[in-house]
Structure formats: C-alpha cells, structure tokens
C-alpha cells in the first residue's frame, strides 16, 4: 500500500530523458522524497537493425548519457537497466506473430508494460517498494473493495491511461502518478526552467518502428521462411484474384497503398486492405464502407472484478486514439465483452487494444481493457436470447417475492439490454 504523501519515501522513477519524466521525478524530490533516476535500454539499434534499414526507436530512450545527465542536473542518483531480453521476448516476438497473422498490434500499450516491469524489478532489486512514471494518469483507489484502478488525469485531453492497459492492477498500489493534476503546459513550462533545451514531445525523435516503411524486411529477418507464405489479393465481395504478394506481414488492415511484387501491375488505387484470410494467404481488398462497423467483440483482461450481470453503458478508447467512444457493453461471459458503439466506426483493427472507461471526464475510471478479436458481422443473438431467460426466471420466482419489486427488475434488465 501507497504512504502518506507526508512521508518520505525512498522512489524509484523511471526516466526517458524527456520532460516528462523530469519534471515528475523533480516534483517528488521538492517534496522532499529521496528520488533515484532509472534509465532503460531496451536495444541497440545497430544490432537490431543492421544496416540502418530501420530508422525507429520512438519513444525508447536512445541516450542513457543524457538521461544521467538530466539526474545530475536535478540532483538524484541515476541508475541503468538493460532491458533488451523483456523487449524481444515480449514486444518484438508478439510483434511478428501478429504481423505474419494480419493482426494489429498495440505497441505503446506492450513496450509501456515492459517499462513498468522492468522498473518494478530493478525497484525489488534497490529494496525499494514505490515507483514513479511521468505518464498523465491517476491511480485511484476504490475504499470498497481496496483495489486500484487507473484513472483519467486532470488534463483529459493528454490521458495516458490506456498506455498502461497491459499492467497488473495490483502494482496501482505501488506506483504514484506526479503529473496527474497538473496540466501538460505547466509541465512543459517548468522543464524548461529546471532543464534548458529539454526535449518536448516527439520533435526530432525517430518514429516508432511499427510505422517503418522497412518493418517488412524486420520480419522475415527474424522469422522462419516457411511462415513467409505467398499468395493472392483478393477482392473480397466477388472473390476476384487482382494480383499475387509475398507475405501478410507487408499489410495492414486499412492500407490503400496495395504493395504488390516488383514487374507486376499496380492495384486499382480506389481499394484498400479490408481483411485478411490466412489460413489461404489471401489479403482481401474493398472498399471503405467494407471496414464500417458498430459492434466488435474483444478479448478481456480483468473482468473478474466488476459486475458482469448486466450490460454497461461506457466511454471507449481504441488504439492511439485518444478520443473516447459512446458504447454500451455485454458481457458474454468472464473473457469476452461485445462492445456495440453508438455511432459507426471506421477500421476497427483485429489484435488491437481497447480500454472501458466509466467515463470521459477527469477521475473516470478504465472498468478494463483488452484486445480486439472480431469485428466482422458480431451477432448479439446469444447475448439477447439471454434476456428471454433472465426475464422468465425472473417471472417463475416464488409468489413471495414482491411482485412490485419483480416489475421494477424485469423493466430494468429490458432497458439495459433491448
């Protein structure tokens, strides 16, 4: 359990060498704590990419010089970890997977775990049980129950929350949030001042390697050439082959820019990716209404601790978008919610990470998160049919029940779920 704010806590923060977390791991030092600067390395970028075909670190720490540097100037111990073993194992080997299956993949979301892992190992190691992050996020703490949620920080705007969508739950106790009440202007404002020409935001910092036109040739580097498995474009509403690929793992599920083989014709520029088959290596071509829906169905990570007897209505994060979403939740059983959105929405991208929040405003709360796992044709029958039954059961109760009371139950389960 987290201390008072009163106390003086010996804290381990996690340091990018941006704003950030500077000025987090600053606050908590003017507040009298004993502060120790933590940088990653998570790889070498040569060795990773040999022959510079890749140009991304992202939001990784390139420079772990400038990072103890940055702890010099602010006055706290600077520690290194080596990182590289968590992020093969954890991003790069799922990356592949899911590259070579036709899935999105949610990178912030792994390589965001994988930091708050290894900070919370190098914290057992150091003997030191709390630990800081510069991310914009609450940890909000449920008197009830005594369990933690991530919450929405006080700049609704800059939420980043969802990037901590993979974490234990439990390690919410353990971790304090320094710029959850603080505007990101503010933040800026004051890094400026404690360290001059500190870097702001994304300026001058490599993309994440995801979005690398080369991520291709990563792939089938690093994988077997028995899983590189050619095969056809197909247009998917009249099965009609339009040209021939070398691999899955070049497409995204809404590219329009149809890479094909070299000496083969171009593709007819109005279709885009729409989905994918590949168990018959086909990547399957349409149009954009294609790719439209209103319901999807996703894989859950933590719905042991709500209610999952009636359906929810909620706020709902998709990806790296960081607008939320009206919808309403069913809950098909304890693994899997079929989320239907109030409006239709463009691309919903099997594999990718999705967060339910209580709310859109400063305090809400992520009820859960998980990852998409269908989003072609959802059928709600089974989850309705539920309803009939729920219903009944409700009307062949004992007569001693209150038939007022068995009214009120039965209008309450059809306004939720009809």
Not at 38 to 61: A, R, T
Not at 62 to 68: F, Y
Not at 75 to 87: C, H, L, M, V, W
Not at 266 to 293: C, Q, R, Y
């Amino acid at each position: 359990m987290k201390k008072s704010n009163k106390d003086v806590q010996t804290i381990l923060v996690g340091m990018s060498g941006r704003v950030d977390s500077t000025v987090a791991a600053y606050l908590l030092k003017r507040q009298g704590h004993n502060v120790i600067g933590l940088g990653m390395s998570f790889f070498d970028h040569k060795i990773l990419w040999p022959g510079e075909e890749m140009s991304g670190q992202g939001c990784h720490v390139d420079d772990l010089e400038k990072v103890k540097k940055i702890c010099d100037q602010i006055g706290i111990p600077f520690y290194a970890a080596k990182a590289d073993k968590e992020f093969n194992e954890i991003v790069l080997q799922e990356l592949k997977v899911r590259k070579l299956s036709g899935k999105s993949m949610s990178t912030c979301v792994f390589c965001n775990y994988v930091k708050v892992k290894v900070l919370f190992e190098k914290a057992k190691k150091l003997g030191i049980e709390i630990v800081a992050t510069g991310h914009y996020a609450k940890a909000i703490l449920d008197t009830r129950t005594n369990n933690y949620s991530l919450g929405i920080p006080e700049e609704v705007s800059h939420d980043q929350s969802y990037l901590l969508a993979k974490i234990d739950k439990k390690l919410l106790g353990n971790m304090l949030f320094p710029l959850a009440d603080i505007s990101r202007d503010e933040v800026i404002k004051l890094g400026k001042k404690i360290i001059p020409g500190i870097q702001v935001g994304d300026h001058g910092r490599p993309p994440c390697f995801i979005k690398d036109p080369n991520l291709p040739k990563f792939i089938e580097r690093n994988v077997s050439i028995g899983l590189l498995k050619p095969g056809h474009l197909i247009k998917k509403d009249d099965k009609t082959i339009v040209g021939d690929h070398t691999g899955i793992h070049h497409y995204y599920l809404g590219q329009k820019k149809i890479v094909t083989p070299p000496g083969t014709p171009p593709i007819d520029g109005a279709l885009m990716v729409v989905g994918f088959d590949v168990t018959k290596a086909e990547v399957l071509l349409g149009h954009e209404t294609e790719v439209i829906s209103s319901t999807a169905m996703m894989v859950c990570n933590d719905l042991s601790i709500i209610d999952i007897s009636t359906p929810s209505s909620v706020f709902v994060r998709i990806g790296q978008q960081n607008q939320k979403l009206k919808a309403k939740v069913y809950y098909k059983n304890s693994n899997y919610a079929i989320i239907s959105f109030n409006e239709e929405i463009d691309i919903l991208k099997l594999g990718e990470c999705i967060s339910v929040f209580t709310g859109d405003g400063c305090g809400d709360t992520v009820m859960f998160s998980g990852w998409l796992q269908n989003v072609d044709f959802v059928d709600l029958s089974d989850v309705l049919a539920g309803v009939a039954e729920k219903i009944k059961t409700l009307e062949e109760e004992e007569e001693e029940v209150d038939e007022d009371e068995k009214k009120e139950r039965i209008v309450e389960i059809k306004r939720f779920y009809l």
